[in-house]
């Protein structure tokens, strides 16, 4: 198997199990730099050593984040596990990279509403939308019309991290720009649709058995792309969704005009949603809950934001006359 044949053998595997089509072009991409590093030599050929010692050049010499290292490991553990078939790699001598203890930038609620006010559109309209429900940036991005939940107020997010569905809060200022937006994606499809376009990638289950519901509102994106463009995958020539480049592009701009000295970023606008709601005094299941976390201390993150510096403790200084 050459390394093209073993490549085409990864994406079909990947493919098979309906992951991200950015997970396939990491997977892949660490699975070329491990055979490169090894002088092309095909990885049925190497053992669990070889892995090891791919993986602790990355933490020793390259000094690569803890989180860079673990996507590596992730790939060569799917390779030999799922393409290769070999058993659970034993890596009892991987030198783990350093992950530094940091806490997530968080903005306070007149900082939220001073970068949302040199917003506009769109990325108004994802912002809001972060800050409001709390949702990460590639959820919002891949909702569909039919995931905005008017009647009951709330938003579907399908196919998370971890590839679970979950409901969020629907923030009621969103709900007349969303109506807006629909309509406005209708008049688009139905342009489409006049022109022998209109189609959308669905779920592969439901591509199968419902077929015809490619071309409804209902599953084309909430936030199409001004563009249609080729499906790398499956060749479709369809209307994807904006990118989240021309978002964080907007976003940045609208933080340089607010003079606001903190690192923002879309994912700053979840932090601050679950920073927010823990001040409120919610509790923090159900915080965990709506941002999708699998684990509560992924959760508990946000209660060291709200006690750094220490509002609830009186300052000495502070006690000075």
Not at 65 to 92: E, M, P
Request: glycine letters at 4%.
């Amino acid at each position: 198997m050459g390394k093209s044949k073993l490549l085409d053998k990864v994406r079909q595997e990947i493919r098979r199990r309906n992951y991200s089509y950015r997970t396939e072009q990491a997977y892949t991409s660490w699975i070329v730099r491990y055979i490169r590093f090894h002088g092309t030599i095909h990885p049925v050929k190497l053992g669990s050593d070889k892995v090891e010692e791919f993986l602790n050049d990355l933490a020793n010499r390259q000094n690569v984040a803890a989180s860079t290292q673990n996507q590596a490991l992730s790939a060569l553990v799917f390779l030999y596990k799922q393409v290769l078939g070999k058993q659970i790699l034993k890596l009892d001598n991987l030198k783990r990279a350093n992950k530094p203890s940091k806490l997530p930038t968080v903005l306070s609620h007149s900082e939220a509403l001073v970068i949302l006010e040199k917003l506009s559109g769109k990325t108004l309209l994802i912002c809001e939308l972060l800050y409001g429900s709390g949702i990460r940036i590639s959820e919002c991005l891949r909702l569909r019309v039919q995931d905005i939940d008017f009647e009951n107020e709330q938003i579907w997010v399908r196919s998370g991290k971890g590839n679970k569905d979950r409901v969020s809060l629907l923030p009621k200022k969103t709900v007349p720009k969303l109506r807006e937006q629909i309509r406005k994606v209708q008049l688009t499809h139905k342009r489409d649709l006049s022109k022998g376009y209109g189609k959308t990638l669905l779920p592969k289950a439901l591509i199968r058995k419902y077929p015809l519901d490619s071309t409804k509102l209902e599953w084309q994106y909430l936030l199409p792309s001004s563009k249609i463009n080729k499906d790398p995958r499956s060749g479709l020539e369809h209307r994807h969704h904006i990118s989240s480049r021309q978002v964080q592009r907007k976003l940045r701009t609208a933080v340089a005009k607010s003079n606001i000295n903190k690192k923002v970023t879309c994912h700053t606008f979840r932090h601050s949603f679950a920073t927010q709601l823990l001040k409120s005094g919610y509790d923090i299941r159900t915080v965990q809950e709506l941002l999708g976390h699998k684990n509560l201390k992924t959760t508990m993150i946000y209660t060291h934001v709200i006690n750094k510096g220490g509002n609830y403790i009186k300052s000495p200084v502070d006690l000075l006359k």
